[in-house]
Each structure stands twice: as structure tokens, then as C-alpha cells.
């Protein structure tokens, strides 16, 4: 397929699965594989630091590139070495979603990008010097912020480029960082016309808690708590989400047993995601009786899941090659329960807003963005398909049986808010079939993968031979042991597709580790689609898209 | 003993209080909170506003996000060096007498992010009365912080006013 390529553009090499392209013709590359392979989905970019790698590569530095085709069937990685002072061509004329993602590039590893509209840093603060994911940063190195960045350098071009040289008229507000509809610490600069937002742009990194350095001084188990505070809402799918990229890197497949608990507890997570995105959007419009109907039942699935896994909230069930343990006695009913009172909360919460002139107002035709737009956003999820775009990594990309499973992908029409509030309401019930249907067809069997080198021992055998508790010691220790490699591996979160690129240098600890948040992508959209509306419906956009910081910040 | 002055005028209907306990008395029973919510504890404290847990029953619902009219600030989540000069000016604005609550591992000691980018407490730049554990705190844990702090409350104007006065140089005190 690629060898259609201009001659000069060397795609052959190829090393774990990645076209490693010279730093010159990286941007040829892409552009072609945009314009004439339709891999018109950009899912990330990051680089990588090499000076601590246990093999010598003659330059420090990777970017590296995920791009997908329109198909969202195949994935192509595209890799280039460079040193510190190499430039890169920014690829933002090509993919929206480019920008953030090179600004998090140079925030982060300190690679410079070419043409980039505005090259500044993203997730740490003006003051920041250094780039921390670089590997001589030290991990618990502080810097003190004493001001905030007043924005004026992004809103400015904006503002000329619809003609606003002179802007006396015009009123400056900040929605956030502390803000009661800004879901978290997320902070939108607008610039007004009376009500009328004339220009947006938003600032991220207020809870930017350094999650990727800190997986660099952790073995792979010890991630697993740091991935429930990604998305924190369905923290269960992101320890799913790690895990499964993980157990991609080692070659090794659940039990079925133990991928249909996956499945089920994972659907359940995805149910009280939207839910809490729903009440809190219903909330911003005002509707706060939704708030009690759609929230309360997650009270219910809490109970669920403190009983399973012992935490509320931050449940860290998985692990790598498993979970903790088995279902316990009675969980199928308790999950009746708690799906009944999903049901019930969802047909009260539907049955005052679906035919509800006022809601429909305020969230039809608010915030639009269409299919295309969407897809060069790198817009995913739930957001996507409210565009009318059919992705659904279940779908696309199945895994854990997710082919075996009747169900349906739920998609929008128009890409409003309606439509992205909606798209979840019906991904709830969808949720809710492929639970019935996995605890119809759920087998018995183990639930880890027997393997001394992955899952931990039987208790049993730790306390009373000395093979087992070695075992043990080691594990806990050293780690699992994950062969030398990159990889890149997802699932569908709450939010949408939620991937981590990991590298290992064959030890107990990633080399490094780089998510692919969903927010992050829909986020750097949101000031383009504000900007013509009114405050009010901005509050609503960004409820609509589910942000969540944890996520969005790392 | 027998009932004097306006109590054995009025019955019933009177009590007699010293102005210190009926403005600490009414003080402590409507507390409006600042939420502070940046993380995983905002989820937590959603709990702790919604039916099951409902802190109304401690008068303490009216949450308001405008630090000039909250007297209660419960930080809730990760506090990161790029958030904490808003923190502190949310603090500045508050009016006394102000009480801060710090909820779950992260505001009080940077939890397990121990990095280049997480607050290692926020009593390195705000004062704090109440500290809260957990990862994140149960709804419960949320209340039983609520209640330590209108114990605080009701200690005499003596001690709100020393309070006021206190010394506190935090990292963003010039």
C-alpha cells in the first residue's frame, strides 16, 4: 500500500511496526498518506527522549506520529529520529488536532516545530523552564508559578483575523479556571459583543499532574491507581485500558472469563460516565431535578462497586494479565439492582427533557460541528459520533468479544449538543444489552492469565512454599517483565478512544509512557466552536463535550 | 432555680444567650462553601451534595462560587504550581472570619504525585483549619470535616479574633 509512495520517501524500513521516515520527509509523508491513502484521522503525536535508553541511538530524540484511515480499520505509526536543535515541519495545515499536540510536544520534550501558528507551552506554566519529560529532569523538581498567563498573545490574531484591529468596544471575560460551569479547572478567555462571543480561546494544564513522568518511576502494577485519576468518572476503563495495552506488549490473552468481567464492569463504568455528563449538563441548562434522577443511581452502582472492589470511586480492579479477584456471591443481583435504577432514573430524567420545548431550544443547533470537522479535530467517542460519524473502537477494532455481542452504535445527525447528549443517553442503553447479554453468557474458568511471570501467585502458595513467595517477592519488586518494544494499543472509553503508546526497555518500568486522552482533542476545539454564540450556550458546549480534566491535563 | 429576668417574662418564647454563642450558633448552622473542586474529590463531593448523603442537613447547601460570599473553602483535588496563585487569590477574597477545609491526599501533601508539577499541600500557600484523608475521601469523611469545623466555630469571638491575626507566610507571600 505504501509503496506507491514518491520514490523518495523511504516507507520499507521498518522497525516494531513503525515507518521510520527521515525528519525531512516527514511531513511529504503525511501529507500523502492524507491526501492520497485517506488516513485523514490524526490520533497523536509524541516524542520520545533516548539519552537513558539501555541501547544507543545516534540521535537523542523520536517524534513520532498515529494516524489513522477513514476507515478507522488499519493504524500507521510513523517515526523520525532528530537531534535537540532539528526543526519540524508543523503539520497543522493538514490536522487541526495537530495543534495542541505539537504544543504539548514542545511543552513537554522541547522539540521546535516550523510554521506552527502559535508555539507555546500547554500543560505547565509560563514561568516553567525546562521540559520535564526530557529524561535529565528531575522527577520531583517544582517550579513555583506566581502569575497567570493573560492570553492576550492568542486572542489578538484572532480577533484581527475577523477583523477586529482595534478592540476598545469589545469585553474581555474569563470563564475559569475556577468557575462553576467550567467542570473543573479549565479556563475559556471570550471576548464580547454584548452577549455574543466574538473570539474564544481556552487554557489547559491546571491539573496537570504530571502522570506520564511519574508512570517513568513506577513498575506497571503501580500504574494501575494512577490511571483510575485519569478519567476518573470510569476509572475502571482506564485501568482496562492500560492493562490491555500491556498485555498487547507481553502477547498474552485474558481467560474469557476474565475479559467478560472486563466487559461488564467496563459497560457499567461507561454507564455512570455519561451519567454524571448528563446531570452536570442539565444542570448548566438549569434543569437541576435531572441532576437527581441521573445521579442518584450511580449512588447505586457505587455501592456495586465498593462491594467488588472496595473503592467508590477509584476502584483500581485491574491488573496487568487480570483483575484483582472474582465477581463475589450475590453481584448478579446487586447488578439487577443498580441497572434498574439506571433505567429508572434515565425514563424520569428522558421523560421531563425529551419533549421539553426549553431543552430543546437551548441544545439543538448549539455548538455544531460536522463530520469532517470532527474527524480533523480528532474528535472521538461519543462526540464523534454525534457528527454522524460511525467509530466505535468496538466496533472498528473489536476486542474482548465485542463481535459476539449484539448491539448498536448510536449516532447523531446534526453534531450539536442535542445530538452529543443524546448520543449518550442511547449509548446507556446500549450499555445495558451487552451487560444482559455478557452475565447471560458469562463461562467459569480462571480470571488471570497462568503465568508465573505475570499474575501473581495463590496466597496460598506464597505463605507456604518458598517458590511462591520468591514469586511474589518479585513481582512485587521487580515487576512484570515487559519485553523490549513501542506500541501503541486501545480501547473505547467513556469519552471516546483511549490509548497509550508505551515503550519498554524489557525491565519492570515503561521507558515511557503516553496516553491518548479523548478530552484533549475535543477541548482544543471548543474556542472555534463558541465563538457566534452566546455565554450561555458556551457553558453548555463544554458540558456537551464531557471534558474531564484529569484526563484532559494528566 | 428559680426563672428570672426576661425569661420569667416571656416563658417559653425567649431565650436568654450571650451575642457570642447566637452569632457562632447561626454561623456554624449556614456555612457556604466555595468548592474549590479541581479533581477526583469534586466527583466525591458531588456525592456528598446529592440525595444520599445531602449536606443540607448540616445547613451547609448553599454552595456559592464567589469567594466574597463563601466562609467556607473546601479544596477538593489536586492543587498544581499553575493553579495555586488562583487559589490564593480565591483565599484573599474571602471575608473573616474563613475556614478552609483541605479534602483528600492530593490538597494536603501532593498525594502520590510527587513531581514537577504537583503542590506538595496547599498549606504551603494558604493556612489550613481541617484536613481530610482518603484517595478519595468518603462522602462521610466529607461531613465529619464539616463538623469539625462548626466545632471550630463555636469556640468564642476571643478566638476567631487571635485567628484572624495569625501569622501565615506561605510560598506565594512575597
Same mark, same amino acid.
Given at each position: 500500500m505504501l509503496s506507491m509512495c514518491d520514490d523518495k520517501i523511504d516507507f520499507d524500513r521498518k522497525e516494531n511496526n513503525h515507518y521510520i521516515v527521515k525528519l525531512s520527509d516527514m511531513k511529504k509523508a503525511i501529507k500523502f498518506l492524507k491526501e492520497s491513502e485517506n488516513y485523514n484521522f490524526l490520533l497523536d503525536i509524541t516524542a520520545v527522549d533516548y539519552s537513558k535508553y539501555k541501547e544507543n541511538h545516534s540521535k537523542r530524540f523520536a517524534i513520532i506520529y498515529l494516524l489513522k484511515n477513514k476507515d478507522f480499520d488499519n493504524l500507521v505509526i510513523l517515526k523520525a529520529y532528530l537531534n535537540e536543535d532539528e526543526i519540524i515541519d508543523s503539520i497543522t495545515d493538514l490536522y487541526k488536532s495537530a495543534n495542541w499536540a505539537e504544543r504539548e510536544v514542545w511543552d513537554q520534550y522541547g522539540l521546535k516545530f516550523k510554521n506552527h501558528p502559535n508555539l507555546k507551552r500547554i500543560l505547565n506554566h509560563k514561568e516553567f523552564m525546562g521540559h520535564p519529560l526530557r529524561k535529565d529532569y528531575p522527577t520531583t523538581k517544582g517550579q513555583l508559578c506566581t502569575k497567570t498567563d493573560d492570553l492576550m498573545d492568542e486572542m489578538v490574531p484572532k480577533l484581527k483575523a475577523k477583523g477586529y484591529e482595534n478592540h476598545e468596544d469589545l469585553m474581555f471575560l474569563n470563564l475559569g479556571p475556577a468557575h462553576p460551569a467550567s467542570h473543573g479547572t479549565i479556563r475559556n478567555f471570550v471576548a464580547l459583543e454584548g452577549e455574543t462571543i466574538i473570539s474564544a480561546v481556552s487554557e489547559i494544564?491546571?491539573?496537570?499532574?504530571?502522570?506520564?513522568?511519574?508512570?517513568?518511576?513506577?513498575?506497571?502494577?503501580? !500504574?494501575?491507581?494512577?490511571?483510575?485519576? &485519569?478519567?476518573?468518572?470510569?476509572?475502571? /476503563?482506564?485501568?482496562? @485500558?492500560?492493562?490491555?495495552?500491556?498485555?498487547?506488549?507481553?502477547?498474552?490473552?485474558?481467560?474469557?472469563?476474565?475479559?467478560? !468481567?472486563?466487559?461488564?464492569?467496563?459497560? &457499567?463504568?461507561?454507564?455512570?460516565?455519561? /451519567?454524571?455528563?448528563? @446531570?452536570?449538563n442539565l444542570v448548566d441548562m438549569g434543569a437541576l431535578t435531572n441532576y437527581w434522577y441521573l445521579y442518584n443511581p450511580r449512588e447505586t452502582a457505587y455501592t456495586l462497586l465498593s462491594k467488588l472492589t472496595g473503592a467508590r470511586l477509584t476502584n483500581s480492579y485491574m491488573r496487568i494479565g487480570g483483575m484483582t479477584h472474582d465477581l463475589y456471591d450475590g453481584f448478579e443481583e446487586d447488578l439487577k439492582e443498580c441497572i434498574k435504577d439506571v433505567e429508572k432514573g434515565m425514563d424520569d430524567s428522558l421523560s421531563l427533557i425529551e419533549h421539553n420545548r426549553i431543552f430543546q431550544d437551548r441544545s439543538q443547533n448549539i455548538g455544531i460541528v460536522s463530520g469532517d470537522d470532527a474527524i480533523n479535530r480528532g474528535f472521538s467517542g461519543p462526540n464523534l459520533r454525534a457528527s454522524g460519524v460511525n467509530y466505535d473502537v468496538r466496533k472498528n477494532n473489536p476486542y474482548y468479544f465485542y463481535d459476539t455481542f449484539d448491539f448498536d452504535v448510536a449516532l447523531g445527525s446534526v453534531g450539536d449538543v442535542y445530538d452529543r447528549m443524546m448520543v449518550r443517553f442511547e449509548e446507556i442503553r446500549q450499555s445495558i444489552k451487552i451487560i444482559n447479554q455478557a452475565m447471560k453468557k458469562l463461562p467459569d474458568g480462571e480470571i488471570n492469565v497462568s503465568n508465573h511471570a505475570?499474575?501473581?501467585?495463590?496466597?496460598?502458595?506464597?505463605?507456604?512454599?518458598?517458590?511462591?513467595?520468591?514469586?511474589?517477592?518479585?513481582?512485587?519488586?521487580?515487576?512484570?517483565?515487559?519485553?523490549?518494544?513501542?506500541?501503541?494499543?486501545?480501547?473505547?472509553?467513556?469519552?471516546?478512544?483511549l490509548g497509550f503508546y508505551i515503550i519498554s526497555d524489557g525491565s519492570g518500568t515503561p521507558y515511557k509512557v503516553k496516553v491518548r486522552?479523548?478530552?484533549?482533542?475535543?477541548?482544543?476545539?471548543?474556542?472555534?466552536?463558541?465563538?457566534?454564540?452566546?455565554?450561555?450556550d458556551a457553558v453548555l458546549d463544554l458540558g456537551s463535550l464531557n471534558i474531564i480534566a484529569g484526563e484532559l491535563d494528566r | 432555680m428559680a426563672v428570672t429576668g426576661e425569661e420569667a417574662i416571656f416563658g417559653d418564647s425567649v431565650i436568654t444567650t450571650k451575642l457570642d454563642s447566637a452569632i457562632a450558633w447561626a454561623r456554624e448552622s449556614s456555612m457556604w462553601p466555595y468548592i474549590f473542586g479541581t479533581a477526583c474529590c469534586a466527583i466525591e463531593f458531588m456525592s456528598v451534595a446529592s440525595s444520599k448523603f445531602d449536606i443540607s442537613r448540616f445547613g451547609a447547601e448553599v454552595v456559592r462560587f464567589s469567594p466574597r460570599q463563601a466562609d467556607l473553602l473546601i479544596i477538593a483535588g489536586t492543587v498544581s504550581y499553575k493553579q495555586a496563585p488562583i487559589l490564593k487569590r480565591i483565599y484573599d477574597q474571602m471575608t473573616e472570619p474563613k475556614w478552609v477545609v483541605s479534602a483528600g491526599a492530593c490538597a494536603c501533601s501532593g498525594g502520590f504525585y510527587d513531581n514537577y508539577t504537583t503542590l506538595q499541600g496547599i498549606d504551603r500557600i494558604i493556612p489550613v483549619d481541617v484536613y481530610i484523608s482518603g484517595c478519595p475521601p468518603r462522602p462521610e469523611a466529607f461531613l465529619e470535616g464539616l463538623m469539625q469545623i462548626q466545632k471550630l466555630q463555636a469556640k468564642p469571638s476571643k478566638y476567631l479574633e487571635k485567628r484572624s491575626k495569625r501569622d501565615f507566610k506561605g510560598l506565594l507571600d512575597a
Open positions: 494544564g491546571y491539573l496537570h499532574r504530571g502522570f506520564e513522568k511519574s508512570c517513568e518511576n513506577h513498575t506497571y502494577n503501580q !500504574i494501575i491507581p494512577y490511571t483510575d485519576r &485519569l478519567n476518573y468518572c470510569s476509572a475502571i /476503563l482506564n485501568n482496562i @485500558a492500560f492493562a490491555h495495552t500491556v498485555e498487547g506488549m507481553l502477547g498474552v490473552e485474558l481467560p474469557e472469563r476474565g475479559q467478560f !468481567i472486563r466487559v461488564i464492569i467496563g459497560e &457499567l463504568s461507561r454507564i455512570i460516565d455519561h /451519567l454524571v455528563c448528563l @446531570a452536570a505475570i499474575s501473581f501467585p495463590k496466597k496460598q502458595n506464597v505463605y507456604s512454599n518458598i517458590e511462591g513467595l520468591m514469586n511474589q517477592f518479585k513481582l512485587v519488586m521487580e515487576g512484570v517483565k515487559v519485553p523490549k518494544g513501542e506500541y501503541y494499543r486501545s480501547i473505547e472509553a467513556a469519552n471516546g478512544e486522552p479523548p478530552c484533549f482533542y475535543a477541548m482544543s476545539a471548543l474556542g472555534d466552536m463558541i465563538e457566534g454564540e452566546m455565554i450561555a | -
